[in-house]
């Protein structure tokens, strides 16, 4: 059975930063492109970033690129969100996805606050 | 961006009546490959999204069979043949053709 479990989220204030991770099982990782989208309360769904199986290749939305970098650890079925620089508007549930996110997390929080 | 509209927002449905809901995109979704990678989501009151449909039309492993996909191009619709309780949630279609992926704004579906 696939399982991704996110973990890392939590309050930070404006302009901090948060490592977000998720921890893969059931599957062989090292050979799906893995994603991170993210759902601000009460809103719809948002992709962030995705990677590429290897890693070389990686592609984020314009509202984080230069603040957010997606990376990936293949020897640990792992999954990274580092994000800095955080806005109120990056407050949201962070859920990290295999592939074109036929499978789900069951999200983390993140919220920017003073 | 590829802009993703989806109608209607809101669907009041009656148990064990059908459903439809539409999505359309800014630009066509056949990749080069010949796929049309359109997906649909479920989202139920409290829970992660899952996948229902891939590429237009095929069903993920575990979904009912009254969920079913169609389209082509820019043009999709997912259908419920007979609505059931579990079915309330909000739905979203989502393009992976284009970078940045994007979703609809999502149609909520509850019972009348």
């Known amino acids: 059975e696939v399982q991704l479990v996110e973990s890392g989220g939590g309050l930070v204030q404006p302009g901090g930063s948060l490592r977000l991770s998720c921890a893969a099982s059931g599957f062989t990782f090292s050979v799906y492109w893995m994603s991170w989208v993210r759902q601000a309360p009460g809103k719809g769904l948002e992709w962030v970033a995705n990677?590429?199986?290897?890693?070389?290749?990686?592609y984020y939305v314009d509202s984080v690129k230069g603040r957010f970098t997606i990376s990936r650890d293949n020897a640990e079925n792992s999954l990274y969100l580092q994000m800095n620089s955080l806005r109120a508007d990056d407050t949201a549930v962070y859920y990290c996805?295999?592939?074109?996110?036929?499978?789900w997390g069951q999200g983390t929080l993140v919220t920017v606050s003073s | 961006d590829v802009v993703m509209t989806q109608s209607p927002l809101s669907l009041p449905v009656t148990l064990g009546q059908p459903a439809s809901i539409s999505c359309r995109s800014s630009q066509s979704l056949v990749h080069s490959d010949g796929n049309t990678y359109l997906n649909w989501f479920q989202q139920r009151p409290g829970q992660s999204p899952r996948r229902l449909i891939y590429k237009v039309s095929n069903r993920d492993s575990g979904v009912p069979d009254r969920f079913s996909g169609s389209g082509s191009g820019t043009d999709f619709t997912l259908k419920i043949s007979r609505v059931e309780a579990e079915d309330v949630g909000v739905y979203y279609c989502?393009?992976?053709?284009?970078?940045?992926?994007?979703f609809g704004p999502g149609t909520k579906v509850d019972i009348k």
């Open positions: 990677i590429k199986e290897d890693g070389s290749e990686q």
């Open positions: 996805g295999r592939d074109l996110m036929d499978s």
């Open positions: 989502m393009q992976g053709i284009h970078w940045p992926f994007t």
